[in-house]
């Protein structure tokens, strides 16, 4: 985004947070390593992530001080981790014409685990906040402890003019928290910047329906602009079509793509578990292609992992950790993607990657997933952490001639960083006014 607006000449500054490891050895607060337009701070005292507390006594003055200086009229900040939630306080005593936004993405305010408004202990899903629900998950707080937590957050959140959410249910989760309705804005993330050639869907199309294959287009097809998202349906039957349970075996098998994360939470084992059942249904015609990385994860999760992995069969592949500047290139070798997360996703940036290149996802039928994914149009959706309703996902696309490319049709690309750089401009415009 930064890059983008300086592209057009408007006068742009980057304010970003340095790793815990260089507090004491730097000692200044703020520092100008990259250039003039680009700021790191450096934090001096360690930060309190269950309110989102900055204690540096100095940050806030050098804030303060810092849009003084520059009179920004619009401050846009992405996060509030590390830097604290008064900055925003800070801020609006700087530089009172600034008008500031917040862009959310994730439930960290509202939630204490990690933002991921899931049960510490039974990982059951949230829908909302509760005093007495959160000290039960966290019994070293008390009911008072979260109610003091939500109003800290709440009184520095009141300097904040504009808050913009990716998904309209994150934007729902915040407004049944407390925000305002009228300071809300949905609005998607700017897209990922990745190398590689999107759009070579259409020669993967032709792999998968048998058609004589002919050398690959050299000229990618036009991107089409993407309206903004409207809420997805939930499990509304699309009409497939009926025929035979298998495709013809001339035709290589269907290719279907994991790539982020081997985590809990990204429904890893809900996916290999719907592998074994294919492959109990001798749907032989279907490959899961993994490609992520688990070594980060608790040793006890690891060895489920590699557990699953050794019992999968033929068709599971991992290919392992991948560079993300290769994804399209990797994504051009599938024919879907599948995001099978357990918890409430706001935004995942793996639909816009796919969307990017095409390909259709399948994807767990809650949270921000479900608003982008429309079943039978781009997609399909399962119902979440369900092992058998994922593969009876699966062996739909394997089994029902024509719906892999039904679904791959429905499929438009997402807006351009121009677009979106466009549509934020739009928004900073109305909050000036």
């Keep these: 985004m930064f890059r983008e607006l300086k592209a057009r000449g408007a006068k742009a500054w980057l304010l970003g947070c340095s790793s ?18 680009d700021y790191v701070y450096h934090p001096n005292a360690p930060f309190d992530y269950f309110k989102f507390a900055n204690p540096d006594p100095k940050f806030p003055d050098e804030l303060a001080e810092l849009v003084a200086e520059l009179k920004p009229d619009i401050v846009h900040s ?22 500031i936004v ?47 937590r939500k109003r800290y957050l709440q009184m520095f ?12 249910f994150l934007a729902e989760r915040f407004m049944a928290w407390g925000l305002p309705e009228e300071k809300l804005a949905v609005l998607e ?3 990922p910047e990745r190398s590689g050639s999107p759009f070579a869907a259409e020669w ?21 602009a993407m309206p903004m998202f409207s809420g997805g349906t939930r499990f509304v039957a699309a009409e497939t079509g009926a025929g035979s349970k298998k495709r013809p075996s001339a035709v290589r098998p269907l290719k279907i793509g994991f790539f982020g994360q081997m985590s809990p939470l990204k429904g890893i084992t809900v996916l290999m578990d719907a592998a074994r059942r294919l492959k109990a249904q001798k749907i032989d015609n279907l490959v899961i292609e993994i490609y992520g990385d688990y070594s980060s994860q608790p040793l006890e999760f690891q060895k489920v992992v590699t557990e699953a992995l050794e019992e999968a069969g033929e ?18 070798r599938i024919d879907a993607m599948v995001i099978p997360s357990t918890w409430w996703e706001n935004s995942p940036v793996v639909i816009q990657e796919a969307f990017t290149n095409g390909k259709p996802v399948i994807c767990s039928n809650i949270g921000g997933m479900a608003e982008k994914i429309v079943h039978g149009v781009n997609g399909l959706q399962f119902e979440v952490s369900r092992p058998a309703s994922l593969a009876e996902m699966l062996a739909d696309l394997a089994t029902k001639p024509g719906l892999l490319e039904t679904l791959a049709a429905g499929v438009r690309p997402p807006p351009t960083a ?4 466009n549509r934020h401009l739009d928004l900073y415009d109305a909050v000036i006014a």
Aim: hydrophobic residues 35%; neutral net charge.
């Design 78 to 99: 992405h996060h509030f981790v590390r830097f604290g939630v008064e900055m925003f306080s800070a801020i609006r005593r700087g530089w009172p014409q600034a008008k």
């Design 157 to 168: 959140f009141e300097d904040v003019d504009l808050f913009i959410s990716p998904s309209r």
């Design 204 to 224: 993967d199309r032709r792999a998968m329906s048998g058609a004589p294959q002919a050398e690959a287009p050299q000229t990618p097809p036009k991107p089409v």
């Design 418 to 421: 121009a677009e979106m750089l």
């Design 20 to 37: 815990p490891k260089s507090e004491v050895r730097l000692g200044a607060t703020l520092t100008q390593p990259y250039g003039p337009d």
């Design 315 to 332: 068709n599971v592949v991992f290919h392992g950790a991948y560079d993300n500047s290769q994804v399209n290139a990797l994504m051009q």
């Design 102 to 148: 917040l862009s959310l993405h994730e439930y960290l305010a509202i939630c204490n685990h990690h933002g991921q408004m899931m049960k510490t202990v039974t990982y059951r899903l949230c829908e909302k906040e509760s005093y007495s629900a959160c000290a039960a998950c966290f019994p070293q707080h008390g009911e008072r402890d979260f109610f003091l």
């Design 189 to 191: 993330n700017m897209p």
